[in-house]
């Protein structure tokens, strides 16, 4: 992929930009095969795990969700990062975004600059408005918030809201997130929504999921029905009567292993996505699939002997899932555990604390294009 920003080096993101994408996938796969070297030995050695082969992404236009920093003046506000001085940076014609953000980008700066609102300078700490977040569902709908200090400039908002759906009819739920601290965040807690649509609807295979404004959903919309189909395949050839989806989100994993007579559980910390995840189950009229707000460590070290299930999904932060659940895992009755991971070195480490649950097959996904990131999936089961 080639890229005038990265070429002019005013934007460095992407620090893979320019190599070839063969070379990026095989150095991913490369790079967490080496990392779970001692869980490959640890399960019998290369034979007894199966590599299956990466899971690749288009190079470009891949990027569901924009968080862009906004920057500049009113009648000239710019829409991408900051610089080293703390100064805005235009990156509207971004090209790892989806065409559908690419095209809304620089459409939303047109009407930042005619809705008077007042970009916020890091350096002074004045101004208002300090991000617009865009994500764009399967279907090509928006959801557009905008990232103000105070509450001052959403009057302004709210009047020239009719003049956004004209340029932007398919920004279908639009918000304003309130961030009135000074720190390296990109959100606050409290949201504000303006259209009558709260959801958007990201529609993936058969499966519909309700993303609400602070829900976590993949971002890479092509490698993550990848990344669901590979883990429903695993859990239906296990099999499970029950299973838990920890770090659920919107709940991904959960919706789309769902079948009569398994009882699915999902844990998420976040209220916002629970709502979500229940209201797609309901939607779906999935039966025996239930959705709570509670930390996974804390959910799983409270459960009584008899509700513990049959198999495990695990998709945590980059952080991985610790010392406490892993070890959990390793003592409990949990037969069968797909972890999910953004961070193979997190992982590695996650899988020497359980080594009664070995690597039976891994995937490599090419979730994050242009950069080092990658995500990887697993499947573990006991003896």
């Given at each position: 992929?080639?890229?005038?920003?990265?070429?002019?080096g005013?934007?460095?993101?992407?620090?893979?930009m320019g190599q070839p994408?063969?070379?990026?996938?095989?150095?991913?796969e490369l790079?967490?095969?080496?990392?779970?070297?001692?869980?490959?030995?640890?399960a019998?050695?290369?034979?007894?795990?199966?590599?299956?082969?990466?899971?690749?992404?288009?190079?470009s236009?891949?990027r569901?969700?924009?968080?862009?920093?906004?920057?500049?003046?009113?009648?000239?506000?710019?829409?991408?990062?900051?610089?080293?001085?703390?100064?805005?940076v235009?990156?509207?014609h971004?090209?790892?975004?989806?065409?559908?953000?690419?095209?809304?980008?620089?459409?939303?700066?047109?009407?930042?600059?005619?809705?008077?609102l007042?970009?916020?300078?890091?350096?002074?700490?004045?101004?208002?408005?300090?991000?617009?977040?865009?994500?764009?569902s399967?279907?090509?709908?928006?959801?557009?918030?905008?990232?103000?200090?105070?509450e001052?400039?959403?009057?302004?908002?709210?009047?020239?809201?009719?003049?956004?759906?004209?340029?932007l009819?398919n920004?279908?739920?639009?918000?304003?997130?309130?961030?009135?601290?000074?720190?390296?965040?990109?959100?606050?807690?409290?949201?504000?929504?303006?259209t009558e649509?709260?959801?958007?609807?990201?529609?993936?295979?058969?499966?519909t999921?309700h993303?609400?404004p602070?829900?976590?959903?993949?971002?890479?919309?092509?490698?993550?029905?990848?990344?669901?189909a590979?883990?429903?395949?695993?859990?239906?050839?296990v099999?499970?009567a029950?299973?838990?989806?920890?770090?659920?989100?919107?709940?991904?994993f959960?919706?789309?292993?769902?079948?009569?007579?398994?009882?699915?559980?999902?844990?998420?910390?976040?209220?916002?996505?629970?709502?979500s995840?229940?209201?797609?189950?309901?939607?779906?009229?999935?039966?025996?699939?239930?959705?709570?707000?509670?930390?996974?460590?804390e959910?799983?070290l409270?459960?009584?002997?008899?509700?513990?299930p049959?198999?495990?999904?695990v998709?945590?932060?980059?952080?991985?899932?610790?010392?406490t659940?892993?070890?959990?895992?390793?003592?409990?009755?949990?037969?069968?555990?797909?972890?999910?991971s953004?961070?193979?070195?997190?992982?590695?480490?996650?899988l020497?604390?359980?080594p009664?649950?070995?690597?039976?097959?891994?995937r490599v996904?090419?979730?994050?294009p242009?950069?080092?990131?990658?995500?990887?999936?697993?499947?573990?089961?006991?003896?």
């Amino acid at each position: 992929m080639q890229c005038d920003y990265f070429d002019r080096g005013v934007c460095r993101s992407c620090t893979l930009m320019g190599q070839p994408y063969a070379g990026q996938v095989l150095d991913k796969e490369l790079r967490t095969r080496e990392l779970l070297h001692d869980a490959v030995e640890a399960a019998g050695g290369p034979g007894s795990v199966e590599w299956l082969p990466a899971i690749t992404s288009p190079e470009s236009a891949y990027r569901n969700k924009a968080k862009m920093v906004v920057g500049g003046t009113v009648q000239h506000p710019t829409v991408g990062i900051l610089d080293h001085r703390q100064r805005g940076v235009d990156l509207r014609h971004c090209g790892i975004c989806t065409p559908g953000i690419q095209h809304a980008l620089p459409i939303l700066a047109g009407f930042i600059a005619d809705a008077g609102l007042i970009p916020y300078d890091v350096a002074s700490r004045r101004g208002e408005l300090k991000f617009v977040l865009v994500t764009e569902s399967p279907d090509g709908e928006l959801m557009v918030r905008f990232v103000l200090r105070s509450e001052g400039q959403l009057a302004r908002l709210r009047q020239h809201l009719d003049a956004l759906h004209r340029v932007l009819p398919n920004a279908v739920v639009v918000t304003v997130n309130l961030l009135p601290e000074h720190k390296a965040v990109t959100e606050g807690e409290r949201e504000i929504v303006l259209t009558e649509r709260e959801t958007l609807s990201m529609r993936l295979g058969d499966v519909t999921m309700h993303l609400r404004p602070q829900s976590f959903f993949q971002t890479n919309t092509h490698v993550a029905t990848e990344l669901y189909a590979q883990a429903s395949a695993w859990i239906d050839e296990v099999a499970p009567a029950s299973m838990w989806d920890l770090y659920c989100g919107v709940g991904g994993f959960a919706l789309h292993a769902a079948r009569p007579g398994r009882a699915v559980t999902g844990i998420e910390t976040s209220r916002e996505a629970v709502r979500s995840a229940g209201q797609s189950a309901r939607e779906a009229g999935l039966e025996g699939v239930r959705f709570a707000a509670d930390d996974a460590t804390e959910h799983a070290l409270r459960a009584r002997p008899d509700a513990v299930p049959e198999l495990v999904v695990v998709n945590p932060p980059r952080r991985g899932i610790g010392e406490t659940l892993s070890t959990w895992l390793e003592e409990s009755d949990v037969r069968h555990v797909v972890y999910s991971s953004c961070n193979p070195v997190t992982l590695a480490k996650d899988l020497a604390r359980m080594p009664s649950l070995r690597l039976r097959r891994a995937r490599v996904l090419d979730m994050f294009p242009q950069t080092g990131h990658l995500e990887a999936v697993t499947l573990l089961s006991r003896g």
